[in-house]
């Protein structure tokens, strides 16, 4: 997918704003069983055609609406993920205005987990 100019410039600022967190650190906190929420940020069709092993979706356009539903405490760790590591740096950046602290973006997302083999849960 081509993005436009105007959608690249706002995710290059909203990463100046964020943590973002590698495939290879996503797997230490895994392998380590870091307390953390792993939120998928995409749409639902994308989803339902797989996802990262633990990951609870909470799609972009609710994630700001039901976050407080899933996390409620804004010290929590969350790792955000969509398909190339874009829109999970606009919801970090969101989730970071909402009072969250502890928030960082899968650099690279769920094409970067699926090329470095990570755990999956297959579709439905």
């Known amino acids: 997918m081509r993005h436009s100019r105007a959608f690249l410039l706002l995710v290059t600022k909203a990463k100046r704003h964020i943590r973002q967190t590698t495939v290879p650190g996503l797997k230490r906190m ?3 069983r870091t307390p953390f929420t792993l939120v998928d940020v995409r749409e639902d069709h994308e989803w339902k055609r797989g996802r990262i092993r633990g990951a609870v979706h909470l799609g972009r356009g609710i994630l700001e609406r039901d976050i407080v539903n899933k996390v409620p405490d804004k010290r929590a760790v969350i790792v955000l993920y969509c398909g190339g590591g874009y829109r ?10 909402m009072g969250y602290r502890n928030v960082s973006s899968l650099s690279g997302g769920w094409r970067a987990w699926k090329r470095a083999q990570g755990p999956v849960t297959a579709g439905r």
Do not use: C, N, Q, V
Request: aromatic residues 0%; charged residues 15%.
């Open 88 to 97: 999970s740096a606009l919801a970090a950046e969101s989730l970071g205005r």
């Open 30 to 32: 895994m392998t380590a």
